[in-house]
């Protein structure tokens, strides 16, 4: 008994302290964009700080409030890398456009663009395995795990082929992948594609896991899939169909920026919320 007491007090401070470290990268952003890159003329901010925003701060309220009640559970640990790494992904692309505004090209500002890319295909990948494993932790059955490695498989070509590859940063004007091998563009460029490929496929798998689960669930998992099924369908049609809300829609906050916000990040807010909600009483199945 106490053993596992103990155990649960280092995980519950272990997720606390992965919470205030997904904070304060954010506010490392909100401070380069404050200090850096505002007083420059024209300056627009990175252009996926409210995505990144957003999924850092309800992916890692969430699953702070999860693992530090319930610390044996996987799935308040993945919301909560999910939420930390969506947190580097915001710092590192705000310094990047931060220091590209203020000074130009460099070297610093490269390797964050590339990390910043790098860390956005790894919260992708942690999402599709909550699809998979949500409410429970665990897959369907033991075949459901076969799922998995597609998707690991897909996210580790697909970060190989674009970590490698010679390309541009939309996002960056002027800036170029500092690792680019031009002379293996070719041999990168399928890389990149099969693992874009693999990856689809796993993730289309975990949906189909996710409805399959919400028609066999009785009871309370049943609504604990409900709004999270919901969710989760809204975020596909999404990305199926990108339709920008009208900027006439935001507020002031969210007008800081010349391009105005995609509406899947509303997903991350609706599975989130869904799942705080389903486990306010900390009941998720183990």
């Known amino acids: 008994m106490t053993g596992g007491g103990g155990r649960g007090r280092s995980g519950s401070r272990l997720a606390w302290l992965l919470y205030v470290v997904a904070l304060a990268l ?14 420059v003329a024209g300056a627009v901010g990175y252009g996926y700080w409210r995505e990144a925003m957003i999924n850092a701060l309800v992916f890692a309220t969430v699953g702070a409030l999860i693992a530090t009640r319930r610390p044996e559970h996987p799935v308040g640990w993945l919301f909560l890398g999910a939420g930390l790494v969506s947190a580097a992904q915001l710092a590192t692309g ?10 130009g090209p460099s070297v610093a500002v490269a390797m964050a663009a590339w990390a910043s890319s790098q860390f956005q295909q790894v919260v992708v990948a942690v999402l599709v395995v909550i699809l998979l494993l949500f409410p429970t932790g665990r897959p369907l059955s033991r075949r459901w795990w076969l799922l998995v490695w597609p998707v690991a498989a897909g996210v580790v070509l697909f970060s190989v082929g674009a970590g490698l590859g010679p390309a541009r940063y939309q996002e960056f004007p002027g800036v170029e992948n500092p690792f680019g091998i031009t002379s293996l563009a070719a041999v990168l460029g399928w890389i990149d594609g099969v693992g874009g490929v693999l990856f689809v496929a796993g993730f289309l798998g975990a949906l189909a896991s996710l409805v399959v689960r919400f028609t066999r669930s009785r009871g309370l998992e049943r609504q604990q899939l409900k709004w999270f099924v919901y969710a989760a369908g809204l975020g596909v049609a999404m990305l199926v169909v990108p339709t920008p809300i009208p900027a006439s829609w935001c507020g002031p906050w969210l007008r800081l920026a010349s391009r105005p916000p995609r ?3 509303c997903c991350a807010i609706g599975c989130t919320t869904s799942t705080g909600s389903s486990t306010a009483p900390w009941s998720m199945g183990c």
């Open 26 to 39: 954010v506010a490392l952003a909100a401070g380069l964009w404050l200090v850096v890159h505002r007083p």
């Open 263 to 265: 509406p899947w990040p």
């Open 94 to 103: 705000e310094f990047a456009s931060a220091f590209l505004a203020a000074s």
